[in-house]
């Protein structure tokens, strides 16, 4: 049932992404680009997501369980630290590089073009790099 | 200036309210934030049954453009960037979703809706580093 409810999830977040434009970078700089010609759409997005999670995230906060039994699992870090800095600083850059973050570049995978997969495997590396650095030097 | 021709409130709104209601049932069902990059990346160090749910979601989000192009056409996408440049992004955007501990789902839609100080500075950080970084390319007409 977990995995069931996973992939669909998954499936919506998908669908989701596709019809709010995301998956097209061009879309994406073109909200990044606010000097120059911008769209607007992705705040959009933001505010559609964030105004109905934000239900679901007050009624999880209440509870420790799911209604199917999973233990709900929040982040309980609270600090804004260098890492956090960083690393979003690091993310940001590689966004506004190419127009893909981590979703619309899986939800784009099985489509025609080249790029997402290319894109996907480098940053599944890059995570795996992570890992390796965290091995490496744990305090960092 | 506003890109009038571009903007797609409707489309926009009606899409991020169904990844709003996506990460509201991974929430309230399998207790999990739905953060792309955190499902993706907890895959590598993820063992027995967290590997399920992992590869479960993935493979929704893999499927959609196959199930949304069966009903309608995928919307056409423009993509600027070089091979060079792809793989650039892919390993930046890798190692900073998670040495950050999450990208534009984690800490732009699931963290703010949960009102988390370190999500919303993250996402703060993210887009100002984006737009710096597509300023600097214009510039450098990358």
């Known amino acids: ?140 | 200036m506003i890109n009038w021709a571009e903007f797609t409130p409707l489309n926009s709104l009606l899409g991020g309210m169904l990844i709003g209601l996506a990460a509201s049932m991974l929430i309230l069902l399998n207790g999990r934030i739905a953060g792309i990059s955190g499902i993706l990346g907890g895959l590598l160090t993820a063992k027995g049954n967290d590997t399920n749910w992992r590869l479960a979601f993935l493979s929704g989000l893999i499927v959609a453009p196959l199930l949304y192009g069966a009903v309608h056409a995928l919307p056409a996408v423009t993509i600027n960037a070089g091979n060079t440049t792809i793989i650039i992004a892919g390993l930046l955007v890798g190692i900073g979703t998670r040495y950050g501990s999450g990208c534009t789902s984690g800490h732009g839609v699931c963290g703010i809706a949960r009102l988390s100080p370190r999500s919303i500075a993250a996402t703060c950080i993210f887009i100002l580093a984006g737009v710096v970084t597509v300023f600097l390319a214009r510039q450098l007409d990358w």
Do not use: H
Request: glycine share 10%; charged share 10%; net charge neutral.
């Open chain 1, 1 to 140: 049932m977990i995995l069931i409810s996973a992939f669909m999830s998954g499936l919506i977040f998908g669908i989701g992404l596709i019809l709010s434009g995301m998956t097209d970078p061009a879309k994406v700089i073109g909200f990044l680009d606010v000097t120059g010609s911008w769209d607007p759409s992705l705040a959009f997005v933001m505010l559609g997501a964030i105004a109905v999670a934000y239900f679901a995230f007050r009624i999880a906060t209440r509870q420790s369980k799911t209604i199917l039994g999973e233990t709900i699992a929040l982040p309980a870090k609270k600090e804004i630290d260098t890492r956090l800095i960083v690393g979003s600083i690091t993310f940001g850059i590689g966004w506004g590089l190419a127009g893909y973050c981590p979703g619309p570049a899986i939800a784009s995978i099985a489509t025609n073009a080249s790029e997402p997969i290319l894109f996907s495997a480098a940053m599944l590396a890059g995570m795996a790099i992570y890992e390796v650095l965290q091995k490496l030097m744990p305090s960092s």
